[in-house]
């Protein structure tokens, strides 16, 4: 009892430091996750890539977030597209709607292989993250649009995008639509897996959307002249 | 040799200020001191890059309706484009700093504000 009277008399410093959230030094590195980066001889590296070797072995380095992992599972496409749809902070409900979702995906295509006869069996596509990567390359953009004012007018202007743009855009018309456009009473990771495998044969609403943009960069051509850059 | 040259030019501001036979020459509304910033200069409008790859592409959409999978070798070409003009982009504005005798008004303002003009002594 004296013990832990005494504990309380002590300033009391939290054992552990939330880091990566707050604003690092320009100085310090980003984190190299991934194990083949390390497992590259030296003989196979540039002169460039030697370089990189050597300043991050003297320059202090961030901590990486929770969110990477080094094992061959991580992909950062598909942590970007958790990140996008969780809702405050909740990082579990996310995953785990995901994992169903890729589930529910790989559950679809067996059945639809084992139903299928022997020539169709090649064709069909059972990986659910090679249909969630075509799915949303099909749901990418080419051109966007871009309101430029003119002459006290605005106009939509056609732009190329850059590619983090057009996956952004990409990800984000699918998590609306199924959020939106479903009944209340089926679930997230059940609509999800259906516009996946829509998007993944070219079908459906995302790729819709998709298309009305194109449609609408092509009627608006004649102002691509408006851009300066 | 500066505070020789220094106190010269004082006088020759205080002269001015003071004016020959009462009148002023300066009225100046503000202080006279140098700012420690350059004003910035208009930056010249380039024009739009990739405009014919993006008119051959939307052709290509016009006459397929719109299907991606036809059109692969104008998409290609129009994110190759792109690709370049970025890079072009990126390297102008390397080479321009050097380029005319001067520095750009931004780097002029971050060495300005580093050695600033001082007023006071404290």
Redesign the interface.
Known sequence: MAASISGLLKPWTPRVFLVRWSRYNPYYLEPEVSKEAYSRPETELSAEEKEQRELKALRPIKAATSGVTSSVFDDPVISKFINMMMKHGNKVLAREIMTQTLENIKKKQVEKYHKASEGEREVIECNPYTIFHQALENCKPVVGLASIQKGGKYYQVPIPLTDNRRRFLAMKWMITECQDNKHRRTHMYEKLSQELLAAFGKEGNVIKKKYELHKMAEANRAYAHYRWW | MATQGGIVFQEKVSRLLRGQNGKPVLKPNRALVLKDAVANRKPK???????TE??V??AC??QNN?V?SLCSNE?NS?YMC?EK?QAD?KNKAGQSNIQGGRLPPKQATGLLKRYPNLCKEI
């Open positions: 409008k380039g024009e739009a890059s990739c405009i993006m008119s592409l939307m959409w016009k719109f991606d998409i129009f792109v003009a982009a």
